[in-house]
């Protein structure tokens, strides 16, 4: 594996890492989790997703009201029952990473404290990713960074102030790249809430490769992130929104994944380059253009009028922009109308 985890070269147009997460859409079956994987692969995902944590290291077992979610889909239970239902079994990892090492896909996880750090170095994994609820917990990303291994940082409810000390915090401790992910934290994100302008702001800012973590219904977001200059684009993604997961109201199933590896790959060639003029495809149609023609069949000596000139399709005469200096000019010779007009029959010379 490459010391960046954008260096992706399988396919020339792959320069943006399509993330697949999976999160908790696998239901704890790991049956479920291995026909995900190699589904998002069949989409032409170049990664899988998952999270490592446990209800007791994310938080703990307690009914007091600062622990009981508030929320139209995860409401009435608390944040440990939510934990408990949708974190992924710990000895599914090396089985799971293995299969998308196989399918030549990347592996991926995000970590949510030293423990779950600790498993994925032991198998080896690429890169660390870090939550936009974990954005404030400076040690986790300084003992991630720790490891030398690139961190991919969403940005979730982060102010300039936080996402510095995030990116800085990373740096410091040793981290060889850190990748910034614009995000915005609700479930599902409201479009007008996703400010996609931020991203190339976000690069010139804080000096880091900037992507999407996408959690808006659709793919419209993620493919137009491409046009500010995504390079990586994470989506949540399910086989089905029918299999009620706490993340699959918010998921994109299979045929949206690959609908958005087309479109985002045909939007990246898109966006392209600065370019001014010609394209190949447009020197075939360049012909086409208004030019200066004979209209009227005209003798040696007679003046150039609005009359026996026009500014007509196709494009094989003098440019429009010389109408108005060559009137009142006179003809060297007889020209029959449908002429494409040139300097050689006029008298005097054309300004260029």
């Not at 200059?229 to 993604?237: L, T």
Request: hydrophobic content about 40%; charged content about 25%; glycine content about 6%.
């Amino acid at each position: 594996m490459t010391t960046s985890v954008l260096d992706i070269k399988k396919e020339s147009d792959s320069s943006i890492l399509i993330v697949a997460e999976i999160s908790a859409n696998h239901r704890q079956d790991f049956d479920c989790a291995v026909e995900m994987i190699r589904a998002a692969k069949d989409c032409g995902a170049n990664a899988v997703k998952f999270q490592a944590y446990t209800a007791d290291t994310m938080t703990i077992n307690s009914d007091k009201d600062c622990f009981v979610i508030d929320h139209p889909e995860w409401g009435g239970q608390t944040l440990y029952e939510l934990y408990k239902k949708a974190y992924t079994p710990w000895e599914w990892f090396p089985e799971l990473k293995k299969l998308a090492d196989d399918l030549g896909l990347i592996f991926l996880c995000s970590a949510f404290d030293p423990s779950s750090i600790d498993m994925l170095e032991k198998l080896d994994i690429c890169a660390h990713k870090i939550a936009s609820f974990e954005l404030v917990d400076l040690p986790l990303i300084e003992y991630a960074a720790q490891t030398g291994k690139p961190l991919i940082i969403s940005t979730g409810m982060g102010s300039i102030e936080e996402i510095q000390d995030a990116v800085d915090a990373a740096k410091s401790a040793g981290a060889k790249e850190v990748i910034l992910l614009k995000c915005v934290s609700g479930y599902p994100a409201k479009p007008e809430e996703m400010n996609l302008a931020t991203i190339p702001n976000m690069r010139e800012r804080f000096n880091c490769p900037v992507g999407l973590s996408d959690h808006s219904l659709g793919i419209v977001a993620a493919v137009s992130s491409v046009a500010f200059g995504a390079c990586v684009i994470e989506k949540h993604f399910t086989l089905s929104r029918d299999d009620k997961t706490p993340d699959s109201f918010f998921s994109i199933e299979p045929q949206e994944l690959r609908q958005l590896v087309e479109e985002v790959r045909i939007a990246k060639k898109a966006v392209g380059k600065i370019h001014y003029g010609l394209t190949d495809d447009e020197r075939n149609s360049s012909v086409f253009r208004r030019s200066l023609f004979v209209v009227k069949d005209v003798k040696a000596g007679e003046k150039v009028t609005s009359e026996n000139i026009r500014s007509i399709r196709p494009g094989h005469g003098l440019a429009p922009k010389y109408q108005k200096e060559i009137i009142g000019k006179r003809f060297l010779k007889d020209i029959p109308m449908g002429t494409p007009l040139n300097s050689d029959h006029l008298e005097g010379k054309i300004s260029k």
